[in-house]
C-alpha cells in the first residue's frame, strides 16, 4: 500500500515539476536549410510585427525610417537568455524583405550594428527622426513545423521591447500565431 501512495507522490511531484520548468524559446533546431523565400517571409513578418502592433507604443508609432541589423543575434528576445552564433542575413533575403515591407510607410536600412542607426543629439539615445532599431534572431524549427523567431524593437533607452515569436505556415503564408518564453519592454 506505501508503495502505490509513493509511486503517486513521485508521479505528481514529476510533472509539477515539469509544469514549474522554464519555457525555452530555443526548442528545436536552429534552421539552415529554409528557401531564401520562406526565410525572407519569415523575417519579414516578424519585422512588419515590432514595426506596427508590437512598437512599444500600441502600433501607433509608425517609424518613418527602420534600421535592420543585418547578423541575427538571439537576445532579441530575451535579453538575459543564452546567446547563439549571430549569422549573417544574406543580401538576397535582405531585398526581399524590403520589398514584402514595400507597403509600410517606411525606409528599410540595412545596417551592421545597433551603433550605425542614426541618433538625436539629446539624452536618451533616441534613434533619429522616431525610427526604429530591430533585431532579428535565429530561426528554429519546431517539431509541429512551426518556426520561433526572436525579435526586438528599440526607440529610445525606455521605448525598447521584444519577444521570441512562433509563426506557422499557412497557405503557403508565414504567419505569426503567438509567441513563447520572455516578453520585455522598457
Known sequence: MWCKKLRRTLAFASVAMLMLAPVSCRDGELTTNLTVDDEAAIYAAVTRQLATVDDT?????????????????????????????????????????????????????????????????????????????????????????SVYVAGSI?????????TTYILEKTGGVWVITGSTGVSWIR
Open 57 to 145: 507604443f500600441g502600433g501607433n508609432l509608425k517609424p518613418p525610417t527602420l534600421y535592420v541589423i543585418r547578423n541575427t543575434d538571439d537576445k532579441a528576445g530575451n535579453p538575459g537568455g543564452q546567446q547563439s552564433k549571430s549569422a549573417l542575413i544574406s543580401h538576397t533575403v535582405q531585398s526581399r524583405i524590403v520589398a514584402a515591407l514595400a507597403d509600410l510607410p517606411t525606409e528599410v536600412i540595412w545596417i551592421d550594428k545597433f551603433g550605425d542607426a542614426e541618433f538625436e543629439d539629446i539624452p536618451g539615445s533616441m534613434v533619429k527622426n522616431r525610427g526604429a532599431i530591430i533585431t532579428l534572431g535565429n530561426v528554429y524549427r519546431q517539431a509541429d513545423g
Open 154 to 162: 528599440y526607440i529610445a533607452d525606455t521605448g525598447a521591447g521584444g
